[in-house]
């Protein structure tokens, strides 16, 4: 069975352009979560979708980021336009959705990216 | 707010002997759930062990044992007869039951290395 996959694994743009970044999660996993690691900081929370809803979106950290997950199966997080302090690592995790806060996240490889 | 602390960046182990990862966290939350979470170079990050705040049994996988110390609000983890694959960063992280929202909140991580 596949894993989360991420793509791309690794973007550079310049400051004021946008860039969508894409996360498949594991197949039948109705939870979807993005998270973002600043180099040197702590890997933060951005957001849950359960299938295409927004579950908890209390991590955005402004309305230049927009999480979509149509259908319900792959999202995308878009950042426009993007800004130095964005750079980071982008990783999207998936669990199955039993409803249990037990269930186990399963990460994919992050998204690096660089705002030049 | 939920906050976790790792104290130690870096961290090295000469191969078959034990070392002890810390990690203190701050809630005031009574019912939650504590992970650590291993990054292997360039790979995915993995769940390694998992524990329910409620349960004062300590949880052991293989090699990988917690020391839980809820009054004191510390969730070390104990890596026996280390091997050279252990070699990753370490990340221990914290979810509140019962929220609606699954998200983790992370510490800064522990390099850790594993010498022959």
């Known amino acids: 069975e596949a894993g989360v996959t991420q793509f791309p694994s690794h973007s550079v743009i310049e400051k004021g352009q946008t860039v969508t970044l894409r996360c498949d999660p594991i197949?039948?996993?109705?939870?979807l979560y993005w998270y973002r690691r600043v180099m040197g900081k702590e890997i933060k929370f951005l957001l849950h979708?359960?299938?295409?809803?927004?579950?908890?979106e209390s991590g955005m950290p402004n309305n230049r980021f927009l999480a979509e997950r149509t259908g319900g199966t792959y999202s995308t997080l878009k950042v426009q336009p993007a800004e130095l302090e964005d750079s980071g690592v982008y990783f999207c995790?998936?669990?199955?959705?039993?409803?249990?806060?037990?269930?186990?996240?399963?990460f994919g490889p992050g998204t690096r990216l660089t705002v030049l | 707010a939920q906050t976790v602390t790792q104290s130690q960046p870096e961290m090295s182990v000469q191969e078959a002997e034990t070392v002890t990862l810390s990690c203190t966290y701050d809630?005031?939350?009574?019912?939650?759930?504590l992970f650590w979470y291993k990054q292997p170079p360039s790979r995915q990050m993995i769940l390694v062990i998992r524990?329910?705040?409620?349960?004062?049994q300590n949880a052991t996988e293989n090699r990988f044992s917690v020391n839980f110390q809820k009054a004191a609000k510390s969730f070390s983890l104990k890596i026996s007869d280390s091997q050279l694959g252990d070699t990753a960063m370490y990340f221990c992280a914290f979810m509140i039951s019962g929220a609606g929202s699954y998200q983790l909140t992370f510490g800064k991580g522990t390099k850790l290395s594993v010498i022959p």
């Open positions: 197949s039948g996993h109705d939870n």
């Open positions: 809630t005031s939350e009574n019912n939650y759930y």
């Open positions: 979708f359960v299938k295409e809803s927004k579950q908890d």
């Open positions: 995790a998936s669990s199955q959705g039993q409803g249990l806060s037990t269930d186990t996240q399963y």
């Open positions: 524990q329910e705040a409620y349960k004062q």
